[in-house]
C-alpha cells in the first residue's frame, strides 16, 4: 500500500531524510553519487565494496583510493587495529585527531554510554571544537549514527560508507594516508601490526 512505501529525499544540506510512514525499518544506504534507494530490508552494502576511482592524483585525499584495486572496505578491514580503538579514551583520541588532517578519524567506546563513539577530525566547523565525536547506537543486529536514517550491519561497513558520503558528517571520514596509499594487503597487514598497542600509524 503506498501509506506503507518509503520515500527517500536527499535534502540540501546533504543529511538523508525521509517522507511518510514513521517506520524505522531497514534502509539501503544511498550510494556516494547520490542515487537514492528504496528500502525493502537491510542488504550487503555494494556500493562502499567495489573499488572508487580517485578523484585526485593523491589517493589520500577525499578518502579515496589508489590505483592498486583495494577498496575501501578491505582497507578499513585490514587495519581495524589502527583506528578502531575500543579502550581508548576520549581524551586521547582528542589529542590523535587534532594531529591529523581534516576527516581522519577513530572510533572508540564510551563505558558510561555503552555504545562506540565515531571520532572525526574536522576543519568545516565553525567554533572552536575540532574534532567532533557521534554515538553509534546498536539495535540487534543493526548499527547506525545517532541523528543519521541510515543503518549499517556493521562497524567496518557503516564507516565505508561515511568515506564515500558524509550524510549526517560535514564532510566524508578519511583514511589516514599510509592507509589510503598502501598498494598491497601486506602493505596494510604491516600497517596494522604498527598499530596494535600503539598509534604510530598517526604520528
Not at 2 to 10: F, Q
Not at 30 to 48: E, Y
Request: proline share 2%; charged share 25%.
Amino acid at each position: 500500500m503506498e501509506s506503507e512505501r518509503l520515500r527517500w529525499e536527499k535534502g540540501s544540506s546533504g543529511r538523508a531524510r525521509r517522507a511518510g510512514t514513521r517506520y524505522r525499518g531497514s534502509r539501503e544506504a544511498v550510494s556516494s553519487r547520490g542515487s537514492r534507494a528504496t528500502a525493502r530490508g537491510l542488504k550487503s552494502s555494494t556500493d562502499v565494496r567495489a573499488t572508487e576511482t580517485p578523484l585526485s592524483s593523491d589517493p589520500s585525499q577525499n578518502g579515496q583510493l589508489s590505483f592498486s584495486g583495494i577498496s575501501i572496505l578491505d582497507r578499513l578491514i585490514k587495519t581495524c587495529p589502527v583506528w578502531l580503538q575500543l579502550c581508548m579514551g576520549a581524551q586521547q583520541a582528542m589529542e590523535i585527531l587534532r594531529r591529523e588532517a581534516s576527516g581522519v578519524f577513530l572510533v572508540t567506546r564510551d563505558v558510561d554510554m555503552k555504545c562506540m563513539v565515531l571520532w572525526v577530525h574536522s576543519s568545516e566547523c565553525r567554533d572552536a571544537v575540532d574534532v567532533l565525536h557521534y554515538n553509534i547506537r546498536e539495535e540487534k543486529t543493526m548499527m547506525y549514527l545517532e541523528g543519521s536514517m541510515l543503518v549499517f550491519k556493521d562497524i567496518f561497513k557503516l564507516v565505508a560508507f561515511y568515506c564515500v558520503s558524509r550524510d549526517v558528517l560535514p564532510s566524508v571520514l578519511k583514511l589516514p594516508s599510509a592507509i589510503s596509499s598502501a598498494q598491497s594487503l601486506q602493505d596494510l597487514e604491516e600497517i596494522s601490526n604498527l598499530g596494535k598497542g600503539k598509534q604510530e600509524i598517526f604520528i
